[in-house]
């Protein structure tokens, strides 16, 4: 089977009206720490604020730092993007493995949460929980996980300059609060996608994805 194919199989359901492409059965899956009730795990948690903690010494913790933060998810979902339509044969010449697509989803997840504490700090497990219960139960086509990172991403960077007001012309329209919200749905969307492509293996995966972040930050003074 295909990467293309098992795509297809993971995500088709089939409906009164036809075959749609949905992702329900991800979103009902256990993504971490064998809990529906939560998206990224206590221990997660702890790697990912120790490595903002780390980002904060060498670099600050600046508006500019932080929409530099914001901008790095910017660059991750242009590659889950690039690693998604090669591993679904839309792009001749640059070919894809799920595996691929996981690892950019990975870094979407990652860089989405490094923003989320740096604009809100320890509110962000609380915050993603929240936002995670009113989504949870949502049916959604599996390409709109795509499409929502690429949107949400946007989203965020445009509440974060309206809440420190870098549009002279607008000041200060947003709150902390607002780009919270963006930075969660960008989390859950790759989220769901991850579990789709990981076949239930999502934690795991982000796991070591994370692990390997980590070692990377040690060998620069972490």
Request: proline share 3%; charged share 25%.
């Amino acid at each position: 089977m295909t990467d293309t194919e098992k795509i297809r199989a993971a995500v088709f359901t089939r409906t009164a009206s036809g075959e749609t492409l949905y992702a329900r059965d991800a979103v009902i899956n256990v993504i971490a720490d064998g809990s529906p009730d939560t998206v990224i795990s206590p221990n997660q948690w702890a790697t990912i604020h120790h490595l903002v903690d780390w980002i904060d010494r060498n670099n600050g913790r600046s508006p500019h730092e932080v929409s530099l933060r914001i901008l790095k998810i910017t660059e991750e979902k242009g590659e889950v993007a690039d690693a998604y339509l090669g591993a679904t044969e839309k792009n001749e010449g640059h070919p894809h493995s799920l595996d691929n697509v996981a690892d950019e989803l990975c870094d979407v997840m990652l860089s989405a949460a490094v923003a989320l504490v740096s604009v809100v700090d320890d509110r962000a497990e609380k915050l993603l929980t929240a936002q995670w219960e009113t989504v949870r139960q949502d049916v959604r086509p599996f390409a709109r996980c795509f499409l929502e990172i690429a949107k949400c991403t946007g989203r965020a960077a445009s509440a974060y300059i309206g809440m420190t007001g870098q549009n002279p012309r607008k000041g200060v329209t947003h709150t902390a609060e607002n780009v919270a919200d963006e930075l969660c749905d960008v989390i859950l969307a790759a989220a769901v996608a991850l579990v789709s492509v990981t076949d239930g293996e999502a934690e795991a995966v982000l796991s070591a994805k994370l692990a390997k972040v980590a070692a990377r930050a040690a060998t620069v003074g972490a």
